[in-house]
């Protein structure tokens, strides 16, 4: 039987790429699902596939994770309606632009930041909160193999993914003692909307949701710290 069938899981950005397929993956595996995403049409597709696939639809909303406010009335929704929060992941992610340090906007950095590293922080402060007080829970963040390396014109982006690394790194610990497993996930390129253009020789949504969801089902006493995977074309990254 699934680990994840019956749990309440939260997750972002799950309109699209990663998060859409897992989220399709987490409610064909039994999961009681909160999520979120921006744009209301694309989540309306979600709902849609979840229920032809047989799937009951879950707790959902669209808004800007750049608002504190709205990320706080989300999971006190998600908490009241699924009764408790098991599983927390951090998905929503967003690469408004690649440049060089000498030439990133302001506008475009403090963007980037709201979405990949500020919104996490308040969904793994307010999860603590949730989470600690059962002594018990899984917090997953989705990072970037970029963190991993630097790369020139990603300084924005890998900013933003290697600063919720260390915080990642440092709720680890603080998490430990409380029961909640804090997993970090590096995914090397996927084929999503967030490219530029097609890859059709990274990684497919999907099969980044298979590992996820392959993941989450380890033994009880297997508690994964990082995992990283690339698609066979960046084999020779470092
Ligand atoms: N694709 C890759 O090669 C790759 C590699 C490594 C790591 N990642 C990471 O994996 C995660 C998923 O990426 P993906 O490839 O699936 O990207 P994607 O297809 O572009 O999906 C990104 C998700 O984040 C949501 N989002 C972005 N900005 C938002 C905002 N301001 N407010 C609310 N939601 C927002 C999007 O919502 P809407 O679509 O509704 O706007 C969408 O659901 C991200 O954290 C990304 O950094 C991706």
Same mark, same amino acid.
């Given at each position: 039987?699934?680990?994840?069938?019956?749990?309440?899981?939260?997750? +972002?950005? $799950?309109?699209?790429?990663?998060?859409?397929?897992?989220?399709?993956? &987490?409610? =064909? #595996?039994?999961?009681? /699902? @909160?999520?979120?995403?921006?744009?209301?049409?694309?989540?309306?597709?979600?709902?849609?596939?979840? +229920?032809? $696939?047989?799937?009951?639809?879950?707790?959902?909303?669209?808004?800007? &994770?750049? =608002? #504190?406010?709205?990320? /706080? @009335?989300?999971?006190?929704?998600?908490?009241?309606?699924?009764?408790?929060?098991?599983?927390?992941?951090?998905? $929503?992610?967003?690469?408004?632009?690649?440049?060089?340090?000498?030439?990133?906007?302001?506008?475009?950095?403090?963007?980037?930041?709201?979405?990949?590293?500020?919104?996490?922080?308040?969904?793994?402060?307010?999860?603590?909160?949730?989470?600690?007080?059962?002594?018990?829970?899984?917090?997953?963040?989705?990072?970037?193999?970029?963190?991993?390396?630097?790369?020139?014109?990603?300084?924005?982006?890998?900013?933003?993914?290697?600063?919720?690394?260390?915080?990642?790194?440092?709720?680890?610990?603080?998490?430990?003692?409380?029961?909640?497993?804090?997993?970090?996930?590096?995914?090397?390129?996927?084929?999503?909307?967030?490219?530029?253009?097609?890859?059709?020789?990274?990684?497919?949504?999907?099969?980044?949701?298979?590992?996820?969801?392959?993941?989450?089902?380890?033994?009880?006493?297997?508690?994964?710290?990082?995992?990283?995977?690339?698609?066979?074309?960046?084999?020779?990254?470092?």
């Amino acid at each position: 039987m699934s680990n994840i069938s019956g749990k309440a899981i939260l997750l +972002t950005g $799950a309109t699209s790429g990663i998060g859409r397929a897992l989220a399709l993956r &987490l409610s =064909s #595996e039994g999961a009681r /699902l @909160a999520v979120c995403g921006r744009s209301p049409e694309k989540m309306a597709s979600l709902l849609d596939a979840i +229920t032809t $696939a047989g799937g009951r639809p879950p707790l959902h909303a669209t808004f800007d &994770l750049a =608002s #504190e406010q709205e990320i /706080l @009335a989300f999971i006190e929704r998600a908490n009241a309606d699924l009764g408790c929060l098991d599983i927390l992941i951090n998905n $929503a992610g967003v690469n408004i632009t690649k440049a060089p340090v000498s030439e990133i906007q302001t506008d475009h950095f403090d963007a980037m930041l709201a979405v990949n590293l500020r919104a996490p922080m308040i969904f793994m402060r307010e999860a603590f909160r949730l989470m600690s007080a059962r002594g018990e829970g899984h917090v997953v963040n989705i990072l970037s193999s970029a963190c991993l390396y630097s790369n020139e014109t990603m300084g924005a982006y890998t900013a933003g993914k290697a600063g919720l690394d260390a915080l990642t790194r440092i709720f680890r610990k603080e998490c430990q003692p409380h029961g909640i497993r804090v997993t970090a996930i590096y995914p090397g390129g996927t084929n999503t909307p967030f490219r530029a253009k097609p890859r059709p020789d990274y990684m497919a949504a999907e099969s980044v949701a298979e590992a996820i969801v392959g993941l989450l089902n380890l033994p009880g006493d297997v508690v994964p710290h990082e995992f990283v995977f690339r698609p066979e074309v960046e084999v020779n990254y470092p």
